[in-house]
């Protein structure tokens, strides 16, 4: 089957990276009508340089909305545990130490109730991951170098999304970064079918207008 055949429908995650509780609750209301779930970045200031807001900030999660959660942090298993409730849990390859560590996330996510996905930055060879596939749901794809919102998408991890489709056509495979109204069809057609993004929505005059823009053209292409 080609890359591009598609047989699901494009889930656009408005992608949220924010610093404080404030900020976090009001850009959930900005979007929680037009979508079924949002994308959260925490970040630590270790595995990136930068620090936004973390699960003690994020307690309680407003109801009524999926939560998938991306951990760009060191020993991500700590920060999950705080987090119960059937939230996707993307942790990075990068950060993962040996199979046993993966085997502890993995029982963590379990233990909360959650599922578990592996991201990758645009560097990492894909087949530092394809080994977890059996345990995993999900692919996230970073179409930039983490840390900061409004990169430019790189084009170059496109074969990198096209192969992951080839070999695991049952996973869902999300691509965060650099996600706009030129973009978005790109990554799709590669064969991602989660795309998470940031200023394209929360920088827009009518974000919900933003987000039926976006799964348009993800799903025509």
């Not at 040996?98 to 599922?115: A, M, Q, W």
């Not at 999300?174 to 998470?196: Q, S």
């Amino acid at each position: 089957m080609p890359a591009s055949s598609k047989t699901k429908e494009i889930e656009i995650l408005p992608a949220i990276l924010v610093k404080d509780r404030h900020r976090f609750l009001e850009q959930v209301e900005m979007v929680r009508e037009y979508v079924k779930g949002v994308h959260v970045d925490v970040m630590d200031d270790i595995f990136v340089p930068n620090k936004t807001i973390g699960p003690r900030e994020l307690e309680p999660l407003p109801k009524g909305t999926e939560y998938s959660l991306h951990w760009m942090v060191e020993e991500p298993e700590r920060w999950i545990a705080t987090m119960p409730g059937p939230h996707t849990h993307m942790v990075h390859a990068e950060t993962l130490k040996s199979d046993s560590h993966f085997g502890l996330i993995l029982d963590t996510v379990k233990d909360t109730g959650g599922r578990l996905g592996i991201s990758i930055n645009p560097e990492t060879p894909l087949d530092s991951v394809l080994g977890y596939r059996d345990r995993v749901s999900r692919f996230l794809v970073m179409s930039v170098v983490p840390g900061f919102e409004g990169q430019k998408y790189l084009p170059e991890i496109e074969p990198k999304i096209e192969r992951l489709r080839e070999t695991c056509p049952e996973h869902e495979i999300e691509v965060d970064g650099g996600i706009n109204f030129e973009t978005a069809p790109r990554a799709a057609k590669a064969g991602a079918d989660i795309l998470a993004s940031a200023s394209t929505i929360f920088r827009a005059e009518n974000p919900g207008e933003a987000i039926k823009r976006l799964k348009a053209l993800a799903e025509e292409a």
